[in-house]
């Protein structure tokens, strides 16, 4: 996966690079001044190498590859909150849209992942197995759907609900998705949470102040920092524990932070 995402960027820079290549072309060679060549979308790109992993027989490159070119084109901007049990992702997720939305509480564990996005009025589609099994819900009928007292082990097989609500900061394209808590990069949510990353344009990974980070939660940063383009690291309940903010371990496993000029 950091092989795709590298070559997704090289590809959007290598874009821009033969777009001033054409230029110094024209420069170079002025027979070809009015021979103007566009240079390929970053989609096209993608295409390109999409074909050349069927040629290559890389049908495995070729699903990842496919995953990223979706993700270029879709204009939503999806932001994965993910991390281990209690941790408080529901509740930042309610927090930046400043609303209610995904169940809270020390009994209410998340079971099916919620995607939070804009809507002129408040709604709520539980979506199935299949996804073309999309079934709307009244909004106050949510927790019963996608915490784990109400739908306990998802038996529901729901693959997530999508809520809407009016919100300023999500009419841009914003989709926060609020996911079950993993116990583990190897439990059962762990896995599916790690399925989706290359999916996501940016993750956060929400972990309590109580205690450093685990070895796990170490484990999952390193995979997500290799498979997503942006991850950041929220921590809460820093009301409840003020000095463990002050300490983190994270930073080692950043490059090291330089001012830009
Ligand atoms: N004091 C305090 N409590 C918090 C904070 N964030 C979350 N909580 C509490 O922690 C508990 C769990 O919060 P949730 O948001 O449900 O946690 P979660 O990570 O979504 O939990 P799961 O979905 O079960 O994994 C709730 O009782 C919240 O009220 C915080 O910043 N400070
Ligand atoms: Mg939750």
């Known amino acids: 996966m950091t092989e795709l995402d590298s070559h997704d960027h090289t590809n959007i820079a290598s874009n821009n690079d033969i777009a001033s290549d054409n230029d110094v072309d024209h420069n170079h060679h002025p027979h070809l001044t009015g021979a103007v060549t566009m240079p390929p979308t970053a989609a096209e790109l993608l295409d390109l190498a999409i074909r050349a992993t069927t040629a290559y027989r890389r049908e495995d490159l070729g699903a990842r590859l496919a995953v990223t070119r979706r993700r270029l084109l879709d204009p939503e901007v999806r932001v994965l909150v993910v991390g281990e049990f209690k941790q408080g992702k529901s509740m930042l997720v309610n927090s930046l849209v400043d609303a209610p939305v995904c169940p809270v509480d020390d009994d209410l564990a998340t ?50 609900a999508e809520v809407g609500v009016p919100r300023t900061v999500l009419s841009g394209g914003l989709c926060l998705v609020d ?83």
């Open 111 to 160: 079971a099916v992942p919620t995607l939070v996005r804009y809507a002129p009025e408040p709604s709520v589609v539980l979506v199935g197995d299949d996804e073309h099994q999309r079934r709307p819900v009244p909004i106050d009928q949510l927790a019963r759907h996608v915490s784990e007292a109400g739908n306990p082990g998802n038996r529901e097989r729901l693959r997530h």
């Open 179 to 261: 996911t079950p808590g993993v116990g583990g990069l190897d439990s059962a949510h762990g896995a599916s949470t790690m399925a989706v990353l290359p999916t996501a344009d940016a993750v956060i990974l929400v972990s309590d102040a109580a205690q450093e980070y685990t070895g796990p939660e170490l484990d999952f940063l390193r995979q997500a920092m290799k498979m997503c383009p942006t991850v950041l690291c929220v921590l809460t309940k820093t009301d409840l524990y003020p000095l463990a903010a002050a300490s983190s371990p994270i930073r080692t496993l950043l490059p090291p932070w330089r001012p830009t000029a």
